[in-house]
């Protein structure tokens, strides 16, 4: 199985600053035949599902502010919200949809 | 609007069955694989089993290989999990979730609000 993990568990940013989470694989979630990484980015506030932000590590999903943005590549990642807003407080984590089973990072709280 | 309704939650005693059903609407149903994700009390998300929109390429945590089946009948846009030989450890909210393409490599885009399942004597 691929493992994930995340860091921080939390961090606390005030309104309007940068926010920066990192998620990295035990193993490559890059496939070369096709160069991409099947790395995904979720959202998820109280109550609620997952909403995808991220996609392929770096495609954001339609809809999703443009301050949201995913970067990285083989086994580390990052999501960054450049400027964060009172809505964006939540919990963030990764996936990768490389191998069966696929797998979820543990989870980042976001709080102002 | 994509809509995914789970059903068929509920309490039930170790080693009963359950069989949870997931209609979805908005989409054309076949061509999308599906998955069934849990999340425990207190714990982080876990994918269950994914299936492809031919109903192929079916896949199961080791966890609950010969417990859990999932199928679909694409006439009737809904998705199935049938879950047979219960643990406590099983109990757990069970999402279900549709992924981007037809086949489960691909990202889950939508989620349904979830069934709960417990397990307990």
């Known amino acids: 199985d691929i493992v994930m993990t995340q860091s921080p568990d939390s961090l606390a940013v005030s309104l309007g600053e940068r926010a920066t989470i990192n998620c990295k694989s035990r193993?490559?979630?890059?496939?070369?035949?096709?160069?991409?990484?099947?790395l995904a980015w979720y959202q998820r506030k109280p109550g609620q599902p997952p909403k995808l932000l991220i996609h392929?590590?770096?495609t954001r999903e339609s809809g999703v502010p443009d301050r949201f943005s995913g970067s990285g590549s083989g086994t580390d990642f990052t999501l960054t919200i450049s400027s964060l807003q009172a809505e964006d407080v939540a919990v963030y984590f990764c996936?990768?949809?490389?191998?069966?089973?696929?797998?979820f990072g543990p989870g980042t709280t976001v709080d102002i | 609007e994509v809509q995914l309704v789970e059903s068929g939650g509920g309490l039930v005693q170790p080693g009963g069955s359950l069989r949870l059903s997931c209609a979805a609407s908005?989409?054309?149903?076949?061509?999308?694989?599906m998955s069934w994700v849990r999340q425990a009390p207190g714990k982080g998300l876990e994918w269950v089993s994914p299936?492809?929109?031919?109903?192929?390429?079916?896949y199961y945590a080791d966890s609950m290989k010969g417990r859990f089946t999932i199928s679909r009948d694409n006439s009737k846009n809904t998705l199935y999990l049938q879950m047979d030989s219960l643990r406590v450890e099983d109990t757990a909210v069970y999402y279900c979730?549709?992924?981007?393409?037809?086949?489960?490599?691909?990202?889950?885009?939508?989620w349904g609000q979830g069934t709960l399942v417990t397990v307990s004597s």
């Open positions: 193993q490559s979630v890059l496939d070369s035949s096709n160069n991409k990484n099947y």
């Open positions: 392929w590590a770096s």
């Open positions: 908005g989409i054309t149903f076949s061509r999308y694989a």
């Open positions: 996936q990768q949809y490389y191998s069966t089973p696929f797998t």
């Open positions: 979730a549709k992924h981007s393409g037809i086949n489960c490599y691909t990202p889950i885009d939508y």
């Open positions: 299936i492809g929109g031919n109903g192929d390429n079916t």
